[in-house]
């Protein structure tokens, strides 16, 4: 069974900018390539998380959703990064579109996404680990027997000076560049 890292994706991987909508306000943080590259190397799948409340809620489309994906994908590929897949959750229980209206598995902090991805790609989910900006994040990782580790990017220092009681990270770290040299010498 393999390790995997399970990226969030908005305030980890790229800049938070609300529900993102259109590809000119995608950004990718600068030391993502790097860092994915370096968790590729050590033989780590590396996997994106993301929820997706906005489809839910009828702000974004969900062909946009796999649009922005694939071109996360493709500037990562340039530099020699692989992303392992993407596994989104749609969902909201407050959606206002009816089809998307329930409380599911997958949503984080629930551990859906994981289990799907582990199914898929044959992963040890005890030898992995989940990095977010969000203790949502975390939730997942504790929901799923990983280790969870929050950053300071996206929503992070807020989660970071809130702390949830009972969710408590393995590590905190400055940003996804901190957060992966910490998981290869935990390796």
């Known amino acids: 069974m393999t390790r995997a890292v399970f990226l969030d994706r908005d305030g980890t991987l790229i800049e938070e900018s609300?529900?993102?909508d259109r590809l000119d306000r995608l950004a990718i943080?600068?030391?993502a390539v790097d860092a994915v590259r370096l968790l590729n190397r050590a033989g780590f799948k590396v996997i994106v998380i993301s929820n997706q409340s906005g489809i839910a809620r009828g702000l974004i489309r969900e062909s946009f959703v796999?649009?922005?994906h694939a071109h996360i994908s493709a500037y990562l590929s340039v530099g020699g990064a692989l992303l392992d897949g993407f596994y989104y959750c749609p969902h909201h229980p407050d959606a206002s579109l009816a089809a998307f209206r329930q409380r599911c598995d997958c949503r984080k902090p629930a551990a859906g996404m994981l289990t799907a991805a582990a199914a898929d790609h044959a992963l040890d989910l005890s030898r992995s680990f989940v990095v977010g900006d969000r203790w949502a994040d975390v939730g997942a990782a504790r929901?799923?027997?990983a280790k969870g580790v929050l950053v300071r990017t996206g929503y992070g220092r807020e989660a970071e000076a809130a702390p949830r009681p009972?969710?408590?990270?393995?590590?905190i770290a400055d940003d996804l560049a901190g957060a992966?040299?910490?998981?290869l010498r935990q390796s």
């Open 166 to 171: 009972g969710v408590t990270a393995d590590l």
């Open 180 to 183: 992966a040299a910490w998981i």
């Open 143 to 145: 929901a799923a027997g």
């Open 29 to 31: 943080y600068p030391f």
């Open 18 to 20: 609300g529900y993102l």
């Open 66 to 68: 796999a649009e922005a």
